[in-house]
């Protein structure tokens, strides 16, 4: 099944096709198919989110489309920066790093001990005929104080998860999407795809 992603992030085709081709899902990014549009994300949760960018994509280009909308929330700062991580700040000139750091400087008073943090991922596929299926996935673990690890993007630097006893940055790709967000996110997806025939059981 041929399915786009609404979404211009590299990364994020990368890392969720290593996932999806499993499934028998071919992926492409909507920029493959010509496609150059900005969702307003307007929603207040994930799943709107998620869902605002999928159905837009999904009607841009007569295709099933495949969005996800994902974040870190950190438990000491009420959930923050939750579903404004891409935009945690405000400020257009902080690229991923400046607001890793942002989130670093913003979490200094946070003792040890009390840094809790996870990472949310909600998929949303939206198909011609008008299906939506849902799907959400999270990994808890909590905050470093310094960046570590190389691998990943976005907050994956700061985000330590015990079991491991690494950041995702500093996991091989094989062995973060078997725990990810993201990866979790996606076989619940898979999953619910069998239910409503969209996938090879």
Not at 6 to 27: D, Q, R, W, Y
Not at 33 to 41: A, F, P
Not at 50 to 75: C, H, N, Q, R, W
């Amino acid at each position: 099944m041929k399915v786009v992603l609404a979404s211009k992030n590299p990364h994020k085709l990368v890392e969720i096709s290593k996932i999806t081709e499993k499934f028998g899902m071919e992926l492409i990014l909507q920029s493959q198919l010509g496609v150059d549009i900005d969702v307003e994300e307007t929603g207040t949760t994930f799943e709107e989110n998620s869902f605002l960018k999928a159905e837009a994509v999904m009607k841009a280009t007569g295709l099933p489309a495949l969005a996800d909308d994902s974040g870190i929330a950190v438990d000491a700062l009420n959930g923050e920066p939750g579903v404004y991580s891409a935009r945690y700040g405000f400020d257009e000139s902080l690229d991923d790093w400046g607001r890793l750091e942002l989130l670093l400087k913003n979490t200094e008073h946070v003792p040890d001990g009390q840094r809790q943090a996870q990472f949310v991922c909600v998929i949303t596929m939206v198909t011609p005929d008008g299906k939506t299926i849902q799907a959400r996935g999270e990994i808890h673990g909590e905050l470093t104080r310094e960046p570590r690890g190389e691998n990943g993007f976005g907050y994956d630097p700061i985000f330590f998860y015990p079991p491991y006893e690494k950041t995702t940055a500093e996991m091989a790709p094989e062995e973060k999407n078997a725990v990810s967000h993201r990866g979790n996110a996606l076989r619940v997806l898979n999953d619910k795809l069998k239910e409503a025939g969209y996938a090879d059981k």
